[in-house]
């Protein structure tokens, strides 16, 4: 049985499903390893230009897996310490990979987001979710830190400081309404809507130019480590001049407008 499930619903889209539903998607080594090797080369796959991540079953991804996480790869004559370091390593790598994907993800959160599970959702680029889905930073909860997988980076500067510091301080549940709410995800979707959401919203990405989409990602992303407004305007400028003058796009848009069609962008002059 496959553990990471990865279909193509629609053109130019590439759905992956965490598969272990009778634990929740929990974050197992034989589930993260393969999916950390899917997302790699799902991004190496240029037939791809949207990607939609969902959990299958009840939950979305309900973190660490306390029951049965198995062993990570590679470790045989290390010591309990190096060990655990290779472990962590493996979780991080996992996340980063979602953040250098080429292709902007899309999370489509089903259920419960814990934990671990809570950080993949926010290492995505948009969230969708279900009136199901909660979040939770578990960890200190089980008398750890709540800090994990990046996620005392990525929450704050999806939801702000304070809120985040509450959150992550009291290990409360977050609802999907209240995610909602503070803008943690971009909107509630029925659960039988969720995926069909997620998919018109990549075929909408997908179908504009592969630079601009791609950069649009980068410099988003980039804009959370700025030191400067004037730092990021300058980066900002060079990619929209980049793809201005290396492409006719723009002169396409502006004649596909004109005679009331849909832009083709060859990405390419």
């Given at each position: 049985?496959?553990?990471v499930?990865?279909?193509r619903p629609?053109e130019?889209?590439?759905?992956v499903?965490?598969?272990?539903?009778?634990?929740m998607n929990?974050?197992?080594f034989d589930?993260?390893?393969?999916?950390?090797?899917?997302?790699?080369?799902?991004?190496n796959?240029?037939?791809v230009?949207?990607?939609?991540?969902?959990?299958?079953g009840?939950?979305?991804c309900?973190?660490?897996d306390?029951?049965s996480?198995?062993s990570?790869?590679?470790?045989?004559?290390?010591?309990?310490?190096?060990?655990?370091?290779r472990?962590?390593?493996i979780?991080?790598?996992?996340?980063?990979a979602i953040?250098?994907?080429?292709?902007?993800?899309?999370?489509a959160?089903n259920?419960?987001a814990?934990?671990?599970g809570?950080?993949?959702?926010?290492a995505?680029?948009?969230?969708?979710?279900?009136?199901?889905?909660?979040?939770?930073?578990?960890g200190?909860?089980?008398?750890?830190?709540?800090?994990?997988l990046?996620?005392?980076?990525?929450?704050?500067?999806?939801?702000?400081s304070?809120?985040?510091?509450?959150?992550?301080?009291?290990?409360?549940?977050?609802?999907a309404?209240?995610?909602?709410r503070?803008?943690?995800?971009?909107?509630?979707?029925?659960?039988?809507?969720l995926?069909?959401?997620s998919?018109?919203?990549?075929?909408?990405?997908?179908a504009?130019?592969?630079?601009?989409?791609?950069l649009?990602?980068?410099?988003?992303?980039?804009?959370?480590?700025?030191?400067?407004?004037?730092?990021?305007?300058n980066?900002?400028?060079?990619?929209?001049l980049?793809?201005?003058?290396?492409t006719?796009?723009?002169?396409?848009?502006?004649?596909?407008r004109?005679e009331?069609?849909?832009?083709?962008?060859?990405?390419?002059?």
């Amino acid at each position: 049985m496959s553990f990471v499930l990865v279909e193509r619903p629609r053109e130019n889209v590439a759905l992956v499903t965490l598969n272990r539903p009778e634990r929740m998607n929990a974050m197992a080594f034989d589930v993260m390893v393969p999916l950390k090797e899917s997302l790699e080369a799902i991004s190496n796959d240029n037939s791809v230009r949207a990607v939609v991540l969902t959990g299958a079953g009840r939950g979305f991804c309900s973190g660490a897996d306390q029951a049965s996480a198995g062993s990570p790869p590679h470790i045989d004559g290390l010591t309990r310490p190096s060990i655990a370091l290779r472990a962590m390593e493996i979780l991080d790598d996992v996340v980063l990979a979602i953040r250098r994907m080429h292709q902007p993800m899309i999370a489509a959160v089903n259920g419960a987001a814990i934990g671990g599970g809570f950080c993949l959702s926010l290492a995505a680029d948009i969230r969708l979710a279900s009136p199901d889905a909660y979040f939770r930073a578990a960890g200190i909860n089980n008398g750890l830190t709540a800090s994990e997988l990046g996620l005392s980076y990525l929450l704050p500067r999806a939801i702000g400081s304070s809120r985040a510091f509450e959150i992550m301080l009291s290990g409360r549940d977050i609802t999907a309404e209240e995610a909602e709410r503070i803008g943690l995800v971009s909107r509630l979707v029925p659960g039988t809507d969720l995926l069909d959401e997620s998919f018109a919203l990549a075929e909408r990405i997908a179908a504009f130019s592969r630079p601009g989409v791609e950069l649009t990602k980068r410099t988003l992303w980039s804009s959370l480590d700025a030191s400067s407004m004037a730092q990021h305007m300058n980066q900002e400028g060079l990619g929209q001049l980049m793809i201005r003058l290396m492409t006719d796009n723009f002169e396409e848009a502006t004649l596909a407008r004109r005679e009331k069609r849909d832009p083709v962008f060859r990405d390419m002059r």
